[in-house]
């Protein structure tokens, strides 16, 4: 029969130790994304802005030979990251494409210039230093315009700061609401040999003698959750970069491993912080206290 209550004792010990496991993993894999989103805002914000196209319209007395020129010597400046030179023909496909095949009956001559669309490096992308990169390239003789989006560019940098913003707010609830609920799962454990606790207050143990135990568990139960936590989270950017180039060359690999190993540690440390705090408080259990 005391066989029996044993086994059952330990199921039920296993039960909850399995429980605990995942919920703390399902937590710490919800903080832990997003805290991979956040630590590669920097880069998702610099594609965009990377990927804004700023048209240089060349002037009609302009050759295709200069122009292209031109194009190589622009590629070469520290604020352009990608060049390229339309011709006119180019040009002339790509209006097609957006206005019909006959939109160039109504013209003597073609009208489409040359022009050359560049990318820009990411640092340059704000209002004040497009301006500059504007007067520099108009300062060119064969620079007759240069087109972008002004209103894109604001709204691109007014977004990205509300981004970063909101996502900091998310984190840092995140980091309360692990707090909260991995400190309840841990605090029901413990609660659970509140008994034990206190018998081994009542013979003189040592608060730090009776934490210890408790301790080496919570080290190896948040080890266990980080784990699962990050393998979760790995698994999933593996198959969503398996569909999506661009997912895959948006998350910095580096970034990923920092965030992955810090999911480990976090737990570790939330765990053994709420252990301590909770086996301080039982450890001061009056005899009517363990019955509430």
């Known amino acids: 029969m005391a066989v029996k209550g044993k086994n059952i004792v330990h199921k039920r010990l296993i039960r909850s130790y399995v429980t605990s496991v995942i919920s703390i993993s399902l937590v710490l894999l919800l903080m832990a994304a997003a805290a991979l989103f956040a630590a590669n805002a920097g880069s998702v914000a610099r594609w965009f802005k990377e990927n804004m196209a700023v048209s240089v319209l060349l002037k009609q007395s302009t050759s295709e030979k200069e122009g292209r020129a031109l194009a190589e010597t622009l590629a070469a400046r520290p604020y352009v990251k990608e060049s390229r030179f339309i011709s006119k023909e180019e040009g002339a496909e790509e209006m097609k494409g957006l206005l019909g095949e006959d939109f160039l009956s109504v013209f003597e001559s073609s009208p489409i210039p040359l022009s050359i669309d560049l990318k820009l490096d990411g640092?340059?992308?704000t209002a004040d230093s497009l301006d500059t990169v504007k007067a520099d390239l108009l300062a060119d003789r064969h620079v007759e315009e240069v087109v972008y989006q002004e209103s894109l560019v604001e709204a691109l940098n007014a977004n990205l700061r509300k981004i970063s913003l909101i996502l900091g707010v998310v984190i840092a609830l995140l980091l309360v609401i692990s707090f909260a609920l991995i400190n309840n799962?841990?605090?029901?454990?413990?609660?659970?040999?509140?008994?034990?606790?206190?018998?081994?207050?009542?013979?003189?143990?040592?608060?730090?003698?009776?934490?210890?135990?408790?301790?080496?568990?919570a080290v190896i139960q948040g080890a266990v959750s980080g784990l699962i936590a990050a393998g979760l989270l790995y698994g999933g950017i593996r198959w969503l970069g398996r569909g999506s180039e661009l997912l895959a060359m948006l998350f910095d690999p580096r970034l990923i491993w920092v965030v992955l190993v810090g999911t480990v540690l976090v737990g570790i440390a939330i765990c053994v912080v709420c252990t301590l705090l909770v086996v301080r408080r039982v450890a001061y259990f009056t005899k009517d206290d363990l019955y509430y």
């Open 123 to 125: 640092n340059f992308v």
């Open 185 to 217: 799962t841990v605090r029901l454990n413990i609660y659970a040999r509140r008994f034990t606790i206190h018998t081994m207050s009542l013979v003189g143990a040592k608060r730090s003698f009776i934490a210890r135990p408790f301790v080496r568990q």
